[in-house]
């Protein structure tokens, strides 16, 4: 399985960016999509993620209101859409997949794409 992320850049604060990501090989009917990110000398952390089957979503709180998580499932690809963007923000943004049980922690995510980094600028 491969992952591919498209979609980072440079944004104002208060800005949106829209992320992308295809996956490509056989990654199975029962697995969800995440996005997690890590900031420099920072843990990776949490973003989003989103069931394959069901098209539940859960937020990390510090995005809840502001980000999207949707999927395709016709075209295999996840999107985050982020709005109301801030400072903070900064980070090289992961998406993962996996047959995850729990989706706030990295480690149970199989595959991971390359990362596409996002700057906020205040």
């Known amino acids: 399985v491969q992952l591919q992320a498209s979609g980072g850049g440079l944004v104002q604060a208060g800005g949106s960016l829209r992320l992308s990501c295809a996956a490509s090989?056989?990654?199975?009917?029962?697995?969800?999509m995440g996005w997690f990110r890590q900031a420099p000398g920072k843990e990776r952390e949490f973003v989003a993620f989103?069931?394959?089957?069901?098209?539940?979503?859960y937020l990390s709180d510090s995005v809840k209101g502001r980000f999207t998580i949707s999927r395709d499932n016709a075209k295999n690809t996840v999107s985050l859409q982020m709005n109301g963007l801030k400072p903070e923000d900064t980070a090289v943004y992961y998406c993962a997949v996996g047959s995850v049980v729990r989706w706030t922690v990295a480690s149970e995510y199989d595959y991971w794409g390359q990362g596409t980094q996002v700057t906020v600028s205040s």
């Open positions: 989103i069931s394959r089957s069901s098209g539940r979503t």
């Open positions: 090989g056989r990654t199975g009917r029962s697995y969800g």
